[in-house]
């Protein structure tokens, strides 16, 4: 199993690999779509309160670098949690989309310097 998760490293941004799980994908053309959900693991940040799973915001979907000729999309639900003590809604703080895109920041990084040739 650990080989696997080495591939997707990879081939995907580290982050995504490490708090999020592989939850589906499709294949249909050349358009690859997969499908994340983050991990239920409670974040470092909140782990001194009560917190427990309060479902996921809606579902993201971002461009990622194209694999062998498909373009690649990746579909990213977060998880909400719930401070018991203190009934408020608490969510990670992701930097998952390159600022003012819908890809991810790697691939925002890297069209940016094909850009500047």
């Given amino acids: ?37 983050e991990k239920i693991d409670v974040p470092k940040e909140f782990s001194s309160g009560i917190i427990i799973s309060h479902g996921f915001h809606k579902e993201i979907t971002i461009q990622d670098f194209p694999l062998r000729g498909k373009t690649v999309y990746l579909h990213i639900k977060r998880r909400r949690w719930l401070d018991k003590s203190t009934k408020e809604v608490v969510q990670r703080d992701w930097d998952l989309v390159a600022q003012g895109t819908r890809m991810t920041v790697e691939f925002a990084a890297f069209l940016k310097v094909l850009n500047s040739y």
């Fill in 1 to 37: 199993m650990d080989s696997y998760i080495d591939l997707l490293k990879l081939v995907l941004p580290e982050l995504l690999v490490t708090h999020f799980e592989l939850a589906a994908n499709t294949t249909k053309d050349k358009v690859l779509h997969l499908y994340f959900e």
